[in-house]
């Protein structure tokens, strides 16, 4: 940011002579302003710039600036500031002899409109906050509790898990905010955002300093909670959801009946027909007030009757007309499909619910459900996004039989998906998947046929897709006049979850309730990644289900252990060993005084020709670290030395690197070693004596006779205290590699 002077002057948010007059026309004041559509005057809560020559993609409201979203006293201030930024000479023509205006032209670049629209966005959050936190002076405490809430997120759930927005966005709206201050003493409005400087003074790339490549949201145990809950849900209750949703689609009428009249009779045939069949015992359900009522509206639907004033008019003369002859019960259904049975806490065995009734209660509410935990499932265990998740089609999973050689055969089932992040258009992929992802697609599968309805197809990939709004709405019900097309996993779905959770907890069917569960959808990917990284073969699970395709990308998922996943680009792999290079030969050099052997002129002669990047204490940047790691490049670090490679006085008989099962620690001219180096000898040569053989005996006397120095520096330190040494050197070389890592 640009140096800033302060202007003292009276408080007085109205200038006593404005910049701009409220019928000054914005088309005489900014270039281009001659091919507006419309006339355009200062006084004008939104201006519409529509036809200027720099925004030919923009049309409609994309073209309006809107400073009605403004509180009032705000409004002119902005205007003024958006005129200076896209006209910055206006300045020191409206006012001139003011130090700011005669300035402002030479620390302001002209802004297209775009910009300056943009520009606008970011200073209308800004004083959106300002306005919410109450600040009226913009003193210093004022100033110095903004760095803090500009990068404050909207959304309360991401508040409460501690998420913020990034610093660009933070720096952007306060270079805006530092901006407008400026407007205001050139414009003379002055005490509107106080006297003292912006942010005191600061520099607010300082405030809002750059955070690495590496993802800021970490894992989190309530993912692989809410993954086992709905694994459960699927494995025992997902079937019998959809089965009954099959039933009742297969069992109501296509065609509701012509009168209410009809209606009532067909009713109470239904209901003398499932008294016949229970024993006298008919659908029961409790009411509003807690009253055990006939259970209307199941019923009705049965009859193809979905309005709920029909159905409540038939069911209360049904029950009229069979007072005192049937017993209402709650456990009773005119779906004769069992409920699975499961395991209670107990040790016994009990159905997970009584019943699945048409109803909002029941299996409308059922269905959302697992069509949300199915959802759920495949995001947390494939790692599959939002927008990955809304253009999967609907048979998407296929199964081969493949057979060994040894006779025997497995089933291999494979996903077809798409990669979406940072590309124009889905790319086509494929993962493979286990059982039970295959029977999630079937079961929605089956739930999308039994509803009737024909998929949509996606506009990105001229597929059909699988989750569609009306998967998750009840049979003969529409969706919302609003909701959008497809179905996502907003924080809403977690709530859907705790409610089953709570449901299923009440009924003593599960131990453990979902009401302390809090999931943020950002960390079920990390979550996941971080899972699959740590297992045996991590590197290729993590990269096969997160679709990495650099090591860049990896690192951001796996953070400190983002060095196993092995990187599918050969130039990923150079990269980062250049930088290891550049990074040990900065971490050796600083140990100069500690350093022996034989290849101490060669280093000696490296670290000259490196120059600054060496001698400077200060930690280089990766790029500085890759750089001298390039310069370098017969540098390499071996199991007990740092070798500086040339043929020449090469003692390992390397062919054009060295060959350390034949190498010589501080003998060979090639060899640095460092304290860590000389504590991991002295231990091999230890072990070679604890070992007790003839042959380990030579060994141990060779290192010796090599290296004679080495046991005289450790002599008076156990094994403990050596391998103290290696450890401390181990983990401080990590942390200062992760500390820099991107």
């Not at 024993?279 to 009253?291: A, I, T």
């Not at 309730?513 to 990284?533: C, E, F, H, P």
């Not at 005084?593 to 120059?611: I, Q, S, Y």
């Not at 391998?723 to 181990?730: F, G, Q, R, T």
Request: charge should be neutral; aromatic fraction near 8%.
């Amino acid at each position: 940011m640009a140096e800033i002077l302060a202007f003292p002057g009276v408080d007085a948010f109205e200038p006593a002579q404005p910049l701009f007059a409220a019928t000054e026309r914005i088309n005489d004041l900014i270039p281009g302003g001659e091919y507006l559509l419309h006339d355009v005057v200062f006084g004008q809560d939104t201006w519409d710039l529509a036809g200027h020559p720099e925004w030919h993609d923009k049309a409609g409201t994309a073209t309006r600036f809107p400073f009605a979203k403004l509180s009032r006293w705000w409004r002119d201030a902005a205007k003024e500031l958006a005129l200076l930024q896209m006209n910055p000479v206006l300045a020191a023509e409206r006012a001139p002899g003011n130090p700011m205006a005669d300035n402002w032209a030479h620390i302001q670049e002209p802004t297209k409109p775009v910009t300056a629209q943009g520009n606008l966005k970011a200073l209308t959050y800004a004083l959106q906050i300002a306005d919410a936190h109450h600040l009226v002076r913009f003193d210093a405490d004022d100033w110095e509790r903004l760095p803090f809430l500009l990068v404050q997120p909207a959304s309360v759930e991401d508040k409460q898990t501690g998420a913020t927005l990034s610093p660009l966005v933070g720096r952007g709206r306060a270079q805006q905010l530092a901006a407008l201050w400026q407007a205001t003493q050139i414009a003379g409005r002055n005490g509107l955002l106080g006297h003292g400087l912006p942010f005191g003074g600061r520099e607010i790339n300082e405030l809002f300093a750059n955070r690495g490549k590496r993802n800021l949201v970490r894992p989190h145990e309530h993912v692989g909670h809410l993954l086992g809950f709905t694994a459960w849900l699927i494995d025992h209750v997902a079937e019998d959801v959809i089965a009954h949703v099959e039933w009742w689609a297969s069992n109501s009428a296509a065609e509701s009946p012509v009168s209410q009249g009809e209606v009532r009779q067909r009713m109470l045939g239904q209901v003398l027909e499932i008294a016949h069949r229970t024993g006298g015992k008919v659908p029961g359900s409790r009411n509003v007030n807690g009253e055990l009522t006939l259970a209307h509206s199941p019923l009705a639907r049965l009859l193809g009757v979905y309005n709920a004033d029909e159905a409540f008019d038939a069911g209360r003369w049904v029950q009229s007309q069979l007072r005192g002859r049937v017993i209402l019960d709650e456990s009773c259904s005119p779906c004769p499909l069992p409920i699975t049975v499961v395991p209670t806490l107990d040790g016994g065995q009990k159905p997970w619910t009584s019943r699945l009734l048409a109803t909002k209660s029941g299996l409308d509410i059922w269905q959302r459900r697992i069509v949300y935990a199915c959802m759920y499932y495949l995001s947390a265990t494939l790692m599959l996004r939002d927008s990955q998740l809304a253009i999967l089609t609907p048979d998407c999973v296929t199964a081969e039989e493949i057979q060994r050689s040894d006779g025997t055969s497995y089933t291999k089932r494979t996903l077809s998906a798409h990669k979406t992040k940072n590309r124009h258009m889905p790319v086509p992929t494929k993962v493979a998947v286990n059982g039970r992802i295959q029977h999630v697609i079937a079961l929605m599968g089956r739930l999308q046929r039994a509803l009737g309805y024909e998929p949509s197809i996606h506009s990105l990939t001229g597929l059909r897709y699988l989750f569609d709004q009306r998967l998750a709405t009840p049979l003969g019900k529409k969706a919302r006049v609003n909701a959008r097309e497809g179905l996502y996993l907003d924080q809403w779905f977690v709530e859907l979850m705790k409610e089953a959770g709570a449901e299923l907890h009440n009924r003593a069917v599960i131990r453990h309730s979902l009401d302390n569960l809090k999931v943020n959808m950002r960390q079920v990917r990390i979550t996941a990644g971080q899972a699959y990284a740590v297992r045996e073969h991590g590197q290729a699970l993590a990269a096969a289900f997160g679709q990495w395709d650099t090591a860049a990308v990896a690192r951001g998922y796996i953070g400190d252990i983002y060095k196993i996943i092995t990187p599918l680009e050969p130039e990923e792999v150079a990269d980062v060993t250049q930088e290891d290079i550049g990074r040990r030969m900065r971490w050796v050099a600083a140990q100069r005084d500690t350093l022996t052997g034989n290849g101490l002129p060669r280093f000696d002669a490296a670290v000259t020709t490196a120059g600054a990047p060496l001698s400077n204490p200060a930690p280089l940047t990766p790029a500085r670290l890759k750089s001298l790691g390039k310069k370098n490049r017969n540098v390499t670090q071996g199991p007990l030395t740092l070798c500086m490679w040339q043929a020449e006085g090469a003692m390992c008989d390397g062919e054009g690197k060295p060959n350390f099962r034949l190498c010589f620690p501080g003998r060979c001219r090639n060899s640095v070693m460092t304290r860590a180096d000389r504590a991991r000898y002295e231990l091999m040569r230890r072990q070679q004596l604890a070992i007790g053989s003839e042959s380990s005996h030579r060994a141990a006397a060779k290192m010796d006779e090599g290296n004679p120095h080495i046991r005289k520096e450790f002599q008076d330190l156990n094994d403990d205290d050596v391998y103290a040494i290696v450890l401390e050197h181990v983990n401080a070389y990590v942390r200062e590699a992760l500390k820099g890592a991107p």
